[in-house]
């Protein structure tokens, strides 16, 4: 089979991680933490996540001209995506997340944009045909109704982090992916195109509806959990490289929970995305 080649316009950024037994509330500080740094950024996450499980892979973004867009871009220039698209921004830095990890693996993440806010519809109009588009939300919407011109077959949104958007673009998609806390703030505007919709249910699994009705729900696989940053962006990168090679959508979903649920086991984003092989290892295991 062909590799299929995926664009992923998005962010990157640079994650800045403190790893602590419990995280703050408003106004407390956690201290014993450990720190750590990875390249990051939802984009990046499911471009790299994508390309580690089989994808001919490419990225359209922004960073700034310093020491950390090298950073942020390392473990994609290292597994080989294509980074042509990558724009240096003139005037703001590489986005940075601040993550804060606890013992149970659970996060809060406060990004700084940085250059990611700046990516423009020209940056992207620039991008040529491919198998299938993944956007997400930590670039300017016009960025993405840019990406919705590109020539697919499968147009792609993960909807994080949740922020309004035209209902026209929603329409469009041929894939919209969510968590709980997105359904709730885009309700039945989700449903409205003819596209699927994959919605992530953390310990619940996962489901996958069109036109609002229930195609097949993926229960949660039972894996030790470390760290769950990054494992929604393999969700997604998986998902839409498995619909794109062509695999029924009940196999998509069970493919890309798998991936997802294998991020959960170790550190950081981009280090804990699995390959294809630890992906079909793992389902091997499951029956
Ligand atoms: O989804 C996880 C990602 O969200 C992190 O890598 C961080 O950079 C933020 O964008």
């Known amino acids: 089979m062909t590799a299929p080649q995926i664009t992923v316009v998005g962010s990157v950024n640079l994650d800045l991680v403190a790893r602590a037994e419990t995280l703050p509330v408003a106004g407390e500080t956690v201290t014993g933490a450990t720190f750590a740094q990875h390249p990051g950024g939802k984009g990046a ?9 089989g994808a001919d892979g490419s990225m359209i973004a922004r960073v700034g001209r310093d020491a950390n867009a090298e950073a942020a871009l390392a473990l994609l220039k290292r597994d080989g995506v294509d980074l042509f698209g990558i724009v240096e921004d003139e005037d703001d830095a590489t ?26 519809a020209s940056d992207v109009r620039k991008t040529s045909a491919c198998d299938a588009v993944l956007c997400q939300l930590e670039v300017p919407v016009a960025a993405v109704m840019a990406a919705s011109d590109i020539e697919t077959s499968l147009f792609a949104i993960n909807l994080a982090p949740a922020m309004p958007a035209p209902i026209g673009l ?20 989700l449903h409205r195109g003819d596209g699927l919709v994959a919605l992530t249910l953390g310990g619940a699994g996962a489901v ?15 894996v030790p959990v470390v760290d769950t940053t990054g494992a929604g962006d393999t969700f997604c990168g998986a998902l ?15 493919f890309a929970s798998a991936a997802g ?24 295991t499951q029956g």
């Open 45 to 53: 996450n499911q471009a790299l996540a994508a390309r580690r499980l």
């Open 240 to 254: 839409v490289l498995a619909l794109a090679e062509g695999q029924d959508p009940g196999e998509a979903l069970r």
């Open 208 to 222: 996958l509806y069109r036109s609002g009705k229930e195609l097949v729900h993926m229960p949660v696989f039972s």
């Open 170 to 189: 929603l329409e469009r998609a041929d894939l919209l992916i969510v968590n709980e806390v997105e359904a709730a703030f885009y309700g039945d505007n």
């Open 95 to 120: 986005g940075v997340a601040l993550i804060a990890v606890d013992a149970q693996g659970e996060n809060q993440i406060v990004v700084a944009s940085g250059a990611n806010a700046n990516l423009s």
């Open 261 to 284: 649920a294998l991020a959960v086991t170790k550190e950081g984003a981009q280090p804990s995305l699995p390959t294809r092989e630890e992906v079909e290892a793992f389902l091997k």
